[in-house]
């Protein structure tokens, strides 16, 4: 029990302390986002509570992006995205924060349901793209040096909206 007392009251060093988590996650907005949204029915939705006109901005000038999705993964926290939305292959990639707003029916518990519902919701025209983005990029390839957020955005945030 000494040991464990010991151990308890002194900090572990971080294995990869320059990874993630030493740093704030809010960084206050120097200016106004350009925020791209290509998904007609989000668009009108946004629009109606007052937001700009999201198809004015360039895709590749804009500070986020906003889409749906086909469904949310509970098990991984995954985002299954396809060629068959509005929003097209590129949009959750290209942003560096990439905003998904989900419905609660498409919340389903593992990847097989997810695969399960595309195959019901689509029947043989099964879309050419599904996307499953489950966080960051990460690699250690370069030297056993982890690397974070290589390729596509930096930050993801989810709203769940309940059906009204």
């Known amino acids: 029990m000494k040991k464990i007392r010991k151990a308890l009251t ?19 907005a120097v200016q106004e986002l ?13 629009k109606e509570a007052g937001f700009a006109d999201f198809h004015a901005v360039d895709l590749e000038g804009c500070d986020a ?13 995954s985002i299954v995205m396809s060629s068959a939305q509005k929003s097209g292959r590129t949009v959750s990639v290209y942003a560096p924060v990439h905003i998904c707003i989900a419905k609660s029916n498409q919340l389903v518990y593992d990847v097989r349901n997810g695969i399960e ?10 879309p050419s793209m599904i996307t499953f983005a489950s966080g960051p990029s990460r690699t250690a390839d370069i030297e056993k040096t982890l690397v974070v ?10 709203f769940l909206v309940d059906e009204i």
């Open 10 to 28: 002194q900090s572990t060093p971080l294995p990869f302390p320059k990874s993630e988590g030493t740093t704030s996650v809010f960084k206050p």
């Open 34 to 46: 350009e925020i791209f949204c290509k998904e007609t029915e989000i668009g009108r939705q946004l």
């Open 65 to 77: 992006a906003i889409t749906g999705c086909e469904f949310l993964i509970a098990r991984t926290g």
């Open 117 to 126: 519902k595309m195959k019901e919701k689509y029947g043989i025209g099964i």
């Open 149 to 158: 957020g290589v390729h596509g955005p930096k930050e993801v945030f989810v």
